[in-house]
């Protein structure tokens, strides 16, 4: 914590306290077991919405200060009431905000100062695979691009940030690398 | 469109829509070619939020009814200001909206009827890994799971429903498949 004692809240983030909690699981690797949760109910067509609050966490449950509810659609172009972004556009605002908020907390980690970051990520998808037109084009993002802008320190120290933020996100990983999902249903 | 001709809003499907879209789609297949975006700005620490609003898609660049902001952030037990829902629980949002998306249109396609669609979707993470205490164990979830309730016409219909959404599910088929992310960063 040296590096950071002339200044605890670099970028906002309180690195004390990220220093002192990575400490705390590292001696109690149990707190690092987390569950997260969407709970999505069906409004109409291709309208539904999704409600986070709980999530388990450091050996309890625990919720979120507010229960936040996000709408889904498709677009008209798409035969939806475009009450809400789509699901695919709600995956790319993943990925983006968790290599943000990641990079934030190694920026602040390694002392490196940042002024402003943004990012742009865009996913190309051939709808022939989800409308079952052609059995050779994927349902999913054929490739997905981020492009970030960031001031502050000296560009390569930003761009190490990036990089070390690649590195260590949840989304980047289950996107890049897949994850088991498995399916289960009560119908009556 | 003869089996849905007796109910062209079918579940709140457009049905005749739905299949005319289908029908011009595979006389054009340059028409299903999509490009989706996000774009993100980082506020303090862990706080940052996307904004959803134009795509590209059917040859044109079209807009959202509205722009749509969605703030992230970690919950204070991992430092964070908890100003939203952390970034991988709007990926377990993503999968859960695309799967009841594609099973009412697929469902109205089918001339199945839907009185309720309920789905829990549950990420399991363990921070070793984006905390950089351990090698062995992944960033992102090890584990999601669906837990889905439906009530509507016989259950087996129900059944194949949602087997031919999780076969045809853009969302689904990234995060069990993976997708190539590339990421370029302009410094200074």
Known sequence: MTTTADNPLRNGVDTAALFAT???????????????????R???????????????????????????TFAADH????VGEDNGPTPTEYLLHSLAACLVSGLAN???????????????????????????LS???????????????????????LRAVVEQARRRSAVYDVLTNGVPVAIEVDAG
Do not use: C
Not at 25 to 40: H, M, S, W, Y
Not at 43 to 50: A, K, L
Not at 75 to 78: C, K, Q, S
């Open 22 to 40: 990575i400490d705390a699981v590292r001696a109690d690797p149990e707190l690092a077991k987390f569950r997260f949760r969407a709970t999505n």
């Open 42 to 68: 069906w409004v109409s067509g291709t309208h539904n919405e999704s409600t986070i609050h709980g999530f388990y966490g450091a050996k309890q449950d625990m919720d979120h200060r507010v229960a936040s």
């Open 75 to 78: 677009p008209a172009v798409l």
């Open 106 to 132: 190694i920026a602040a980690a390694r002392g490196v100062n940042l002024s402003e970051v943004a990012a742009t990520v865009e996913g190309d998808i051939d709808l022939l695979g989800i409308l079952g």
């Open 135 to 157: 059995d050779e084009v994927r349902n999913g993002f054929g490739q997905i691009r981020v492009s970030f802008t960031l001031r502050g320190d000296e560009p390569e120290k």
